[in-house]
Each structure stands twice: as C-alpha cells, then as structure tokens.
C-alpha cells in the first residue's frame, strides 16, 4: 500500500543485502538501536512491506525491522521466481538477523507473513522470544478453494466484476488460465490479468468498504506494481507454497514454548477465522482474539488496537 502520511520517514534507517548472486534485499529499521527487537513479515506472496505497521509498534521502545521478500518491492530483481521459495525466504531472514546482529527477535506476521513466521519460527524456534500472527493462512488446499470459489457467498459483485458468470465448480479452471495469463512474458497480456486478480484481492480485504477505499485501490492497482506481484503470488499458489500438506500444524511442537498471539478478523473472508482457530486448538497455549466487525486488513480499527494492545505487553 502506499506510505502513510502519519508516519514520519525521516526515521526509518533503508539498507540492503545481498542475498546471492541474484537477489537482493531491501529492508528498513525503525525505532531506537537498542530496543526491543521486532521483525514483520508482509503478506502476499509477492506484496511488499506495509508502513503502516509502524504505527502498533511503540517507536520509543521496539527496534522494527521490515524487508521485501525476494521479487517484492524494492527487493531486486522485481517478480523475479528463480531461488524464490519458502525455504529461502526463512533463510532470507535468518541472514537479515545475523546481518543486523540481533540475538533474538519478536517474529509478526500478517496473511502470508502469518505462513512465513510459523515455517521461520519452526525452522528456528531458538531465535524467536515471540509470535505476532494476524489474519492466519497456512497454505492448505481447502483454503485455496475457498479464495477461488467461496468469497463469492459474500462478495458477489466482486466476483462478478472479476469472473463474471462462471459457475462457482469452474472456480479453479478459471483462475489458472487468469495465472497462466499473469506469467505470459508479453506485458500487454500480463498487466491486465495481473490488476484483475489484485483487484479481486484487494476488494475482498474489507469488511465494509468506503468509496474512499475503492477509489486508492483502484489508483494503487497499476500494472507496474502488480504483475511482479501477482508473478510471485502465482508461482507460490502453483507450488502449493512449497509446504508439505499440514505442515505446519504437525510441527506445532517446536513452537509451543514460544508467547503466541493470533489476532483474526471475525469478518475476514480471505483467512476465514476457522484458519485461526485450527492453529489454536493446535497450539492451545497461544492467545486467540477474533475481533468484531473487523475484515482481513491490519489497518482497520480493530485490528489495529488489537496488536497494538499486544506490542504494548511485548515492549
């Protein structure tokens, strides 16, 4: 999204690293060197990083720290999927840690960034003192077919503006010709895939949207920004986010001594709140809060004053 106004950039502290001989970072510090350390992973696949995540962490007291996952954002090369994997990406972190010389860190995560923190937090519990968890995805194939097919029982003229009559069983056939559309090397043919599925997305993260919502999507869909995002989405949905089926509720144990914190609109209809239910009955220890009337994005109120209520206990 774009930056926020609210926030002041003179503070935030850009750097890059190489992460191999073809992709390279870019990440931003936030908040005081010595403060608690806090790293937050952007949903996606393929988005980039959120500054409006800054405004739940207390600038006095954690030290944030946010990247562009390989092919995102400033995160070069753009929609770049050689060496993009979920394995990479928690290695990726891993190297941001070592490079920033942090010990331990907080690990958040919304949406995809929810995924990423559960593989990277299970590949190095011993690097983690806590997990953040919003708007939950883990990667299954019923959650897929849900996107594809069950946001139209709440979203009808979404659906209706992206796929038209097709009946609900075709869902699936039906958005991978739009994703073979999205990989076609000729940009005149992937732009205009690329903004339709973003726009399916993006119209779909509101509980109730304004026509003030609507009209900064629809200048922020450009095909510039969206098909090296939507490339990435593709390649990870197609490689069934390079998870083992169930994977990460099974290796749940490795993570169960570490504070946990799922916070899930109750209104979310792309990570629908049974997704965050499932992880808690998996990892019972953890806290689940389901916030009223609150949709997927981590910018509406709600869910908003619920992580800033839970980055206030973690200072």
């Excluded at 699936?172 to 994703?179: G, H, K, V």
């Excluded at 049974?274 to 997927?296: C, K, M, N, Q, S």
Aim: aromatic share 8%; net charge negative.
């Amino acid at each position: 999204m774009q930056k926020d106004p609210d926030l002041d950039e003179d503070a935030v502290r850009p750097g890059w690293l190489a992460l191999d001989g073809l992709h390279t970072m870019y990440f931003e510090e936030s908040g005081p060197a010595q403060g608690r350390p806090v790293v937050y992973l952007h949903g996606g696949p393929g988005a980039g990083m959120e500054p409006s995540m800054r405004r739940v962490h207390d600038p006095r007291a954690h030290r944030l720290v946010m990247f562009d996952q390989r092919g995102c954002g400033r995160s070069t090369p753009a929609g770049e999927l050689r060496d993009n994997t979920t394995q990479h990406l928690v290695a990726d972190i891993e190297r941001l840690r070592e490079h920033l010389g942090i010990e331990r860190w907080i690990v958040s995560g919304g949406s995809w960034g929810s995924t990423l923190a559960l593989a990277y937090a299970q590949a190095h519990p011993h690097r983690c003192e806590a997990l953040v968890l919003r708007g939950v995805w883990l990667g299954s194939a019923r959650e897929m077919q849900w996107f594809q097919g069950g946001l139209r029982n709440f979203y009808p003229d979404v659906w209706e503006q992206t796929v038209g009559p097709v009946p609900a069983d075709h869902a699936t056939a039906w958005f991978e010709r739009l994703r073979d559309r999205i990989l076609d090397p000729d940009p005149a043919v992937a732009g205009p895939a690329a903004v339709l599925k973003s726009r399916y997305e993006w119209l779909s993260c509101s509980a109730d949207p304004s026509t003030e919502d609507l009209a900064a999507i629809d200048a922020e869909l450009t095909p510039a920004y969206c098909i090296p995002y939507q490339r990435v989405g593709t390649h990870y949905m197609r490689h069934r986010f390079f998870l083992a089926p169930n994977q990460l509720l099974d290796d749940i144990p490795a993570i169960r001594h570490i504070p946990g914190y799922i916070v899930n609109g109750r209104l979310d209809v792309v990570c629908p709140p049974v997704t965050a239910f499932e992880l808690h009955r998996a990892w019972p220890e953890a806290h689940l809060e389901l916030v009223p009337l609150a949709g997927h994005f981590s910018t509406e109120p709600g869910i908003e004053a619920a992580l800033r209520r839970i980055m206030e206990s973690l200072r």
